[in-house]
């Protein structure tokens, strides 16, 4: 096994874009196989025609069905995959003002059932050879809850626990387990908003920085590392010092809700 290509075969679900788009290109560069999922077919083909080591297989990742017969299609097509990392996902801003039990559960739908789906059928395969590579592309947003992201940010920590859950069991069959917690990334993602990113970075360094940490077989990928630092201190701290904080920011830069209606 190449110390550099630590893997043969990687399945990547959100490879149209951003993050898994950026890591579908540098692992292919690296002669990795890779199987390419998201739901726009036709980015994922313009993805496959710039290297012949990147292959499609469209599909929707809450769909369990569709995840289950994709990635068998794939160990069929490509051979046996080990290493999946699964970074579909879909940000989406909500306040108290603007709450939407159906945008909570839509954000839940794709963020960490989409990822489940698409596990089911990976962890079974790995467990069962007693190798692989499973990885989340979680958030520091999954730390604690911040503005905005009453929808976003629980779907991030339940990858969190999900992968604390499983990363022991699955040590003991042979199945390494990663959870990527990035700050913010120049993606498209990030580019449809305008508040404040502090410690913006490119994806290309991300992309790297993902590689880098899987190949070492780290359990935690998080960066860039004042973000890191400043949400690992947040996560660690009482509740109270934790509120008081969020206090000041609201009161230096308001709640991000619209101005309450007048008394009448
Ligand atoms: N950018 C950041 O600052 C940042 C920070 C922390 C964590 N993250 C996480 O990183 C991951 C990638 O985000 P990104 O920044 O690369 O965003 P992005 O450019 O918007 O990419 C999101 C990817 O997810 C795919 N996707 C969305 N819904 C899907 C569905 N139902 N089924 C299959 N694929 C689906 C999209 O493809 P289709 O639309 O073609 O399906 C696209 O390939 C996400 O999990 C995000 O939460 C991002």
Redesign the pocket.
């Known amino acids: 096994m190449d110390a550099a290509r630590p893997w043969k075969t990687a399945w990547i ?10 890591l579908a290109l540098r692992l292919a560069e690296r002669g990795v196989r890779v199987a390419a ?4 077919a036709g ?2 083909n313009a993805l496959a025609a710039s290297n012949p080591l990147i292959s499609p297989y ?6 369990a069905v569709a995840m289950k017969d994709i990635f068998t299609a794939i160990e069929r097509d490509l051979g046996p995959v080990d290493l999946a990392i ?6 989406q801003g909500m306040l108290v003002s603007d709450f939407s039990a159906q945008r909570g559960k839509d954000t839940m ?3 960490y059932f ?1 990822v489940l789906n698409a596990l089911e059928p990976a962890m079974a395969a790995f467990a069962s050879r007693g190798r692989g590579h499973i990885a989340f ?5 999954g730390f604690r809850g911040l503005m905005k992201g009453a929808a ?1 940010a629980p ?2 920590a339940a990858l969190i626990s999900l992968s604390e859950a499983l990363y022991p069991h699955l040590a003991r069959k042979g199945v390494k387990l990663t959870i ?11 580019q ?1 908003e305008t508040f404040p ?1 502090p410690f ?1 970075i490119p ?1 290309e360094q ?1 992309a790297e920085t993902i590689i880098s940490g899987l190949s070492r077989g780290k359990y935690e990928i998080v960066f860039p590392w004042r973000i890191a630092l400043l949400m690992k201190t947040l996560r660690v701290l009482p509740n109270w010092a934790f509120f008081r904080l969020v206090n000041m920011g609201i009161n230096r830069r308001g709640t991000g809700e619209p101005p309450s209606a007048p008394n009448a």
């Open positions: 679900t959100g490879a149209s874009s951003g993050i898994g788009r950026e999922t998201a739901r726009s980015n994922l469209p599909g929707d990742v809450t769909d699964f970074s579909a996902g879909v940000w739908a794709v963020n989409g592309v979680s958030s520091v947003a976003y779907t991030k990527i917690n990035p700050g913010y990334i120049v993606t498209p993602m990030t449809r990113m913006i994806v991300a």
